[in-house]
């Protein structure tokens, strides 16, 4: 029996992937399709697939041409393939001409006719971009914008900030607005904001009423009663209402919380994160600064509710204050029916951004600076145990956080790295911190 493998990403399967599929089942007795998993395709550039892995499968299963199906999820992974399966063949299209020589070695190489004229770039490409407008921190918004060029499905046509002089160089490419908000609207399809965190709710509300779709930094409003109008209002315009918190869509950030949710440091009893900056121009807006809290809450509380939950019995809040802002240091304590957590955060003071997460079995360690982190530790009492995780970050999350966004947009219904009750629990802590304040 001749066997031969193939291997691809079939986003949005076209007749180009057909055709291929069916030149190489002719070219044995069984066919075994590779079809190349989210993250790896991620660490090779391709961050616009618009089908997720599952879809994808499927796509490759309706032809009924592979006799078999595997997931392609790492670097080298075709060598161990060939050898695991025994493979006599090794086939892709004529794109790759010499690139794959190297499997010689290993079992014949054949590049196949590729179809003229299609491919899920071209097709990606023709679906219409989101047109999206950014809104608030100028020096921000430039590095936001230059992400968002990593994804094909939106496309940045304005921005929008009190003072332009940091983003006048994006000029000849996207249209500039100093105060006038309302006039971008009218051009966008949605709008991003990273404006002061006061402003948000008028801002979000005045985006969802005109029927545009909203990713707003967190938090998102300053009160529940406000979130919960936002909510409302979204839905009523049937809008896409969605938090920007970019930690929450970096790779090591969401594996570390499914290895967790499998119970590999036993119960969790405590999560403590620290996020601190020295303080900046960068925090000013006109007058206006972001306290430590405005600045770092939202990104410090993230682990705390996503691993321990939005339910915490009691939370105590201690903190500094500034001479310009509301806030230099705020450290809040939360006590859960079975659990502890503390969130430290700081602007104009320096401290170890660690996260740590204790369990009744190990704890997990990510070194600082823990919402951008690549990597992380699961540590037990015997060393010997311990075990490293590393992933690719690209962009500290912004890139695939617009891909969500488009996602959600194309779906109409919002992404899942974010709940609900997450959000609305980032509201809650900073209402009863502000009042507590008060
Ligand atoms: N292929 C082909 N003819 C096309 C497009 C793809 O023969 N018009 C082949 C590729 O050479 C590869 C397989 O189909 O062997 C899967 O390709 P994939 O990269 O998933 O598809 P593309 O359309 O090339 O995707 P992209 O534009 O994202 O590179």
Not at 84 to 94: A, P
Not at 282 to 298: Q, R, T
């Amino acid at each position: 029996m001749v066997k031969v493998i193939t291997y691809g990403t079939y986003d949005l399967f076209h007749h180009g992937h057909i055709k291929l599929l069916e030149r190489a089942k002719k070219l044995g007795d069984y066919l075994i399709v590779g079809v190349t998993a989210e993250d790896f395709d991620k660490t090779r550039g391709k961050i616009n697939v618009q089908q997720h892995l599952e879809d994808r499968i499927a796509a490759v299963r309706a032809t009924g041409l592979a006799d078999k199906i595997i997931v392609e999820e790492y670097e080298g992974q075709k060598i161990d393939d060939i050898k695991r399966y025994d493979v006599d063949i090794f086939t892709v299209g004529s794109d790759w001409v010499g690139y794959f020589d190297y499997l010689n070695e290993y079992c014949k190489v054949v590049y196949l006719p590729r179809t003229e004229g299609v491919s899920s770039t071209e097709i990606r490409s023709k679906m219409s971009a989101l047109r999206l407008g950014l809104v608030g921190y100028a020096p921000f918004l430039k590095k936001f914008y230059h992400e968002s060029k990593y994804v094909n499905t939106v496309r940045v046509v304005g921005v929008c900030a009190p003072s332009l002089e940091t983003v006048v160089g994006l000029r000849k490419e996207v249209e500039l607005y100093t105060d006038e908000y309302d006039v971008l609207l009218e051009s966008v399809d949605a709008v991003y904001l990273h404006s002061h965190p006061h402003t948000h709710f008028k801002e979000c509300k005045k985006a969802l009423m005109k029927g545009k779709h909203v990713l707003c930094e967190s938090p998102v409003a300053m009160t529940v009663a406000e979130y919960e109008d936002l909510i409302y209002t979204a839905k009523e315009n049937k809008c896409i209402f969605m938090e920007a918190i970019r930690t929450a869509y970096i790779t090591a950030f969401s594996r570390m919380l499914l290895l967790l949710k499998g119970g590999k440091i036993g119960k969790i009893v405590s999560v403590d994160a620290t996020c601190t900056s020295l303080t900046s121009e960068e925090n000013v807006i006109g007058s206006k600064k972001w306290g430590a809290l405005e600045a770092w809450g939202p990104t410090a509380l993230l682990p705390v509710f996503q691993i321990l939950g939005t339910e915490y019995d009691r939370m105590n809040v201690f903190w500094l204050k500034g001479e310009m802002s509301s806030d230099i240091y705020t450290k809040l304590d939360f006590a859960y029916p079975e659990a502890v957590a503390t969130i430290k955060a700081g602007t104009g003071v320096k401290s170890e951004g660690e996260l740590i997460v204790s369990g009744t079995k190990g704890y997990v360690y990510v070194p600082a600076p823990w919402w951008k982190t690549d990597y992380f530790e699961i540590r037990y009492e015997n060393p010997a145990d311990n075990k490293r995780y590393f992933y690719q970050l690209e962009g500290e999350g912004i890139r695939h956080e617009l891909v969500e966004l488009a996602n959600a947009v194309r779906n109409g219904k919002p992404d899942f790295f974010i709940s609900r009750q997450v959000t609305k629990g980032i509201t809650r802590a900073m209402e009863e911190c502000f009042s507590k304040r008060a």
